[in-house]
């Protein structure tokens, strides 16, 4: 016994205008999945959503829109918030954390623009300097090497110092001929300092 063929989906239109240009709004399909496309001329309102024109989610913005997937990840099809499930911001505490993707690999950045964080993670969120053991905000590395937390500024566990060679010679300030002090700095080497004159002296050798 022959069985019939699936019927093929034919485009419909849903009872609800565009609310950005008023022009009729077409349930579409693609790939075994579900969108709304605006028909106006020029207007890019659309949505995910079921076979039966609903939105498969809003916006955790604003609570209303629908929200719509592109190449860089899901926004808001009224406010044009992004979200991707990367939760609110550990820096601002209101804007949504947005997974993107640009031209040298994926970043996150906060919906808020007077927020501006922003740092580069991976595909799935995770920040590339790790998490901070305070508020689990995103590490970066400074150009000294220590880590320091984005969103509550706290310096992580500092960049381990080797231990100081033996202490140079005693020498005497170029300025004002007093006696120097030698300093083991953190970029291991010795640095003489003169008290007196407040000069930082670095001396071959």
Do not use: N
């Amino acid at each position: 016994m022959l069985k019939k063929s699936p019927t093929p989906f034919k485009p419909t239109v849903l009872p609800r205008p565009c609310p950005k240009c008023g022009a009729p709004v077409q349930l579409r399909q693609r790939e075994r999945r579900f969108a709304a496309v605006c028909q106006g001329s020029g207007c890019r309102y659309g949505f995910d959503a079921d076979q039966r024109g609903r939105a498969l989610a809003l916006c955790p913005a604003c609570l209303e829109g629908p929200l719509k997937t592109t190449p860089k990840g899901k926004v808001c099809a009224d406010c044009g918030a992004w979200d991707d499930g990367l939760g609110a911001c550990p820096k601002c505490r209101t804007g949504r954390l947005s997974l993107r993707k640009g031209e040298y690999g994926h970043f996150a950045a906060c919906a808020d623009l007077a927020c501006g964080l922003t740092y580069t993670c991976d595909e799935d969120g995770r920040p590339e300097g790790g998490r901070c053991r305070v508020c689990r905000g995103p590490v970066r590395k400074t150009r000294s090497g220590s880590l320091i937390c984005m969103a509550c500024e706290t310096w992580q566990h500092p960049k381990p110092v080797p231990a100081p060679r033996e202490r140079p010679p005693a020498a005497a300030c170029p300025g004002c001929g007093k006696g120097l002090r030698a300093v083991w700095t953190r970029k291991a080497r010795w640095v003489h300092r003169c008290d007196p004159c407040g000069r930082w002296v670095e001396l071959p050798g």
